[in-house]
């Protein structure tokens, strides 16, 4: 896909200098450009490269006067930065519009979509499937029966929505990910034997989540595992049955959180964190990276450690515990004069 000077300059209402048809098609940085790409300058400590960079095209803030000769294409903007954002925001767009049916996939009976649906090949739809407007499904995916998928969200390549699920408006659900598995419940018996108690819930997913890649969201035994609004989950992440997640909370890669467990909203939770199950961690809380929680957490708390400790006190017992080996001594040491 290839962009002119002027196409860029009129989306970022900005200002050429230079050639209005050069052509881009790549992005770059600054010191690495090469022709037929575009890069942007907002960092002084990179003026440098603005005389030697073979980028064609490359954004720069109205107030840059070039000291010596440049090759490159100037576009002119306020804020160098942003507008580079912006394009990239635009671009992202543009490489994601995509619509139609493509074949082979299978729409079962029952199903209701609305406009500008893509459906990439080898996608399998259940029945009484309800898809909005705008949403994308890309090839390999598998959508359950009685799923409901709301406006303008992405299933990435190679998703599987089990039946049941209720997805809201502007969700992005990656690439190997699994939307209401049955969630890990079994009984022993008295020889011991395990045996599966029925997983008969759903997950619910409310408006703005985004799910990072091969993350798995268990549906509940009964009643619903629920997301809410704009929940960001990172890639690799188990989300057991009957799980709440409040609205904005963010959690990091390689976190798991047992059954029945309730976070609230707000909450920044770090990778590799362990929570247990059915207990219940306030709004505004941040668990730091590699905690074990197993006690209900209050509001705007900070916690660390495992078992995780209030973050301060985490903070005061690891200078301690860095000394423990010299700690023992001196006491052993203090006996010793005691005995004398």
Do not use: W
Not at 42 to 67: G, R
Not at 139 to 155: M, Y
Not at 202 to 231: H, P, Y
Request: charged share 20%; hydrophobic share 35%.
């Amino acid at each position: 896909m290839k962009f002119t000077a002027e196409q860029i300059a009129g989306i970022l209402e900005g200002e050429v200098v230079g050639n209005p048809n050069a052509e881009v098609y790549k992005l770059a940085k600054i010191e690495e450009g090469t022709d037929g790409s575009l890069t942007f300058l907002a960092n002084p400590k990179y003026l440098q490269y603005i005389y030697s960079t073979k980028a064609s095209v490359t954004i720069v803030n109205k107030s840059f006067e070039p000291e010596a000769e440049i090759n490159t294409t100037l576009i002119k903007v306020d804020d160098a930065y942003k507008s580079f954002s912006k394009l990239l925001e635009y671009y992202n767009q543009v490489k994601l519009m995509k619509s139609g049916i493509e074949q082979p996939s299978f729409i079962s009976e029952g199903v209701e979509y609305g406009e500008n649906l893509y459906l990439g090949s080898f996608c399998y739809i259940g029945k009484n499937v309800k898809i909005g407007d705008n949403v994308k499904i890309y090839p390999n995916s598998f959508v359950g029966d009685n799923v409901t998928i709301g406006n303008n969200t992405i299933l990435f390549a190679g998703v599987r929505i089990y039946s049941e699920t209720e997805i809201g408006k502007n969700c992005t659900i990656h690439s190997g990910s699994i939307i209401g598995s049955d969630g890990f419940g079994f009984a022993p018996n008295e020889e011991g034997i395990y045996s599966k108690v029925p997983q008969i819930g759903n997950v619910i997913i409310e408006d703005n989540v985004d799910v990072g890649a091969c993350t798995t969201i268990d549906r509940a035994t009964l009643g619903s595992t629920v997301i809410k609004k704009g929940v960001k989950l990172d890639n690799q992440i188990q989300i057991a049955h009957n799980v709440v997640i409040g609205e904005n909370t963010v959690i990091a890669s390689q976190t798991g959180v047992a059954g029945s467990t309730k976070i609230g909203k707000n909450c920044i939770i770090g990778g590799q964190v362990g929570i247990v199950g059915h207990i219940t961690i306030g709004n505004n809380v941040r668990i730091q990276a590699q905690s074990g929680v197993a006690r209900n957490v209050a509001d705007g708390e900070a916690v660390q450690g495992s078992p995780a400790l209030a973050y301060a006190d985490f903070n005061k017992s690891y200078v301690y515990f860095k000394n423990f080996p010299k700690i023992v001594a001196d006491i052993e040491e203090l006996k010793h004069q005691n005995k004398q």
